[in-house]
């Protein structure tokens, strides 16, 4: 699956979410007929799945779920805390983070 980055020809879409929510960074990604919305927050991602045209597939849930847990650097999430919610047209996968604790840093 490729992903195509096309925030910029969603401009009111980002600013929307960044006004109206707790984001500080938002992409769009296009991946054939799906468009992908990947939100980051301070205390959790989320990655929303849309395809108008057919149900998205549990193989393209895992594949867009996993090149974005790549990239996640600035904190920990588990895996079993991931909660994907399906739709007919729509999917949202919801990563809580986890702060690293200020001790094991010393």
């Known amino acids: 699956m490729k992903f195509v980055n096309v925030t910029n020809s969603h401009s009111r879409l980002v600013l929307n979410q960044l ?4 984001a500080h960074m938002v992409k769009v990604y296009t991946a054939g007929n799906m468009m992908i919305i990947y939100t ?3 205390q959790h ?3 929303l799945l849309i395809n108008e045209k057919r149900k998205i597939q549990p193989k393209e849930i895992e594949e867009v779920k996993k090149y974005f847990l790549n990239k ?3 904190a920990r999430y588990e895996e079993n805390e991931i909660q994907v919610i ?4 729509l999917v949202e996968v919801s990563i809580p ?9 010393v």
């Open 19 to 22: 006004e109206n929510t707790d």
């Open 72 to 74: 996640i650097h600035d």
């Open 40 to 42: 980051e927050a301070p």
């Open 97 to 105: 983070k986890h702060q690293p604790h200020p001790e094991a840093a």
């Open 45 to 47: 991602n989320e990655i």
């Open 86 to 89: 399906e739709l007919t047209d």
